[in-house]
């Protein structure tokens, strides 16, 4: 919290920056990540959108998102930025909101729409973006799509 007058809490963008060198060998790989997130930057939620997109073949629209990725991420409204820098793309990227119990249903109940969330993990971090589409995990720190699991 900050102490400074109209200061009155720090925004912490989504992105952490952690580099993976190696795909886990006993994982079937998906699609190439055509946009890394390179050591020491925080832009995996735009990396992993953009990503997706490009494996969907909609590279046009990957490479302007990916173009304007400090932009929306270095910005304290992120997910505005985002939002808005999609629609202005395609009426058709637009964001809903999806609550989904996995414990409950399992993982085949998840929407093929594509969903972009933040990982919390076994520590309790949520500092890290993710695209999820048609059983296959977009993230913007491995070299191809993971397959959708509990693992």
């Known amino acids: 919290m900050s102490k400074q007058g109209f200061k009155k809490f720090i925004a912490i963008p989504p992105g952490d920056s952690k580099e993976h060198q190696e795909f886990p060998e006993d994982m079937k790989k998906g699609k190439i990540i055509h946009y890394r997130q390179p050591s020491g930057e925080r832009i995996c939620l735009v990396a992993s959108f953009a990503s997706f997109l490009h494996a969907e073949e909609s590279k046009q629209h990957a490479a302007q998102l990916f173009s304007v990725r400090h932009k929306i991420q270095e910005n304290h409204e992120v997910w505005r930025m985002f939002s808005e820098y999609l629609i202005s793309l395609s009426p058709d990227l637009h964001f809903e909101k999806y609550e989904i119990d996995i414990s409950k ?12 969330t933040c990982v919390i993990d076994s520590r309790g971090q949520d500092n890290h973006c993710i695209t999820i589409c048609d059983g296959w995990i977009y993230d913007s720190n491995f070299s191809h799509a993971l397959p959708l699991g509990k693992r």
């Open 105 to 116: 249903y399992g993982w085949e109940v998840l929407p093929w729409d594509p969903i972009v």
